[in-house]
């Protein structure tokens, strides 16, 4: 079945490094692709989205392509910041119910 | 706009007993599905609700139930509750699964978070 395999946590960086968090997946056909944003106690926000082949979604600095020879769907930022400290999950819609299916997520703080 | 909104959103439980989780789907959105996020997990399909009826299920037992009511809320039932339903339970909204364009984007509420001892 559809499934989205995160790579393992935390991730532990200083302020202003670079950030790549690696997501790939396994579907049928070409589903959209989300990552999602989990900041403590609260609930999850859309952090961007790509909905076919070779598009990039970005917001708030971050950019992740969505590589269909590859499956694959990376987050990246050029410089983080201890704003950015969360839990990122990747996902995809799919399954035979056409719902989302979300990675493991991957924890990542930022220290000054 | 109003968001996603969930209630309540710190509950404790002991076991057998049963729980209601609302829930308020943001302003124009007419689905509501229900995710549950166990401690250090990603979040898991429980069902969806479209035009006030079950709409998909993931791999969840009966005793998870659920309603949609005709202003698009939502509640989530759980029965004779288990140690292992203790988790974060996750309402979000989204526009109508059939609409042409839709990505499949969900909008979430902060959760309501269920201890069961």
């Known amino acids: 079945g559809d499934s989205v395999t995160q790579m393992e946590g935390p991730v532990t960086l200083s302020e202003e490094a670079f950030l790549t968090i690696n997501c790939t997946y396994t579907?049928?056909?070409?589903?959209?692709l989300f990552w999602y944003v989990q900041y403590p106690g609260e609930g999850l926000q859309l952090l961007l989205k790509a909905t076919k082949a070779d598009d990039k979604g970005s917001n708030k600095g971050f950019e992740a392509t969505y590589r269909k020879e590859t499956t694959s769907f990376h987050l990246e930022k050029g410089s983080v910041q201890v704003s950015d400290s969360a839990v990122y999950f990747c996902a995809l819609v799919g399954g035979s119910q056409g719902n989302l299916i979300f990675g493991k997520g991957t924890k990542l703080s930022v220290k000054p | 706009e109003t968001g996603v909104t969930q209630s309540p959103t710190h509950l404790i439980k002991t076991r057998g007993q049963q729980v209601t989780l609302r829930c308020s789907s943001q302003?124009?959105?007419?689905?509501v599905s229900w995710y549950q996020q166990a401690l250090g997990q990603g979040p898991q399909f429980i069902f969806q609700y479209y035009r006030e009826e079950e709409n998909g299920r993931g791999n969840f037992p009966p005793r998870f139930s659920g309603l949609q009511f005709p202003n698009y809320s939502s509640e989530l039932n759980v029965n004779a509750l288990e140690l292992d339903d203790s988790a974060l339970y996750l309402c979000?909204?989204?526009?109508?699964?059939?609409?042409?364009?839709?990505?499949?984007?969900?909008?979430f509420g902060e959760g309501s978070r269920l201890t069961v001892l």
């Open positions: 979000a909204s989204s526009l109508d699964p059939t609409r042409r364009g839709n990505t499949g984007e969900l909008f």
């Open positions: 579907a049928t056909g070409y589903p959209s």
């Open positions: 302003s124009g959105h007419n689905t």
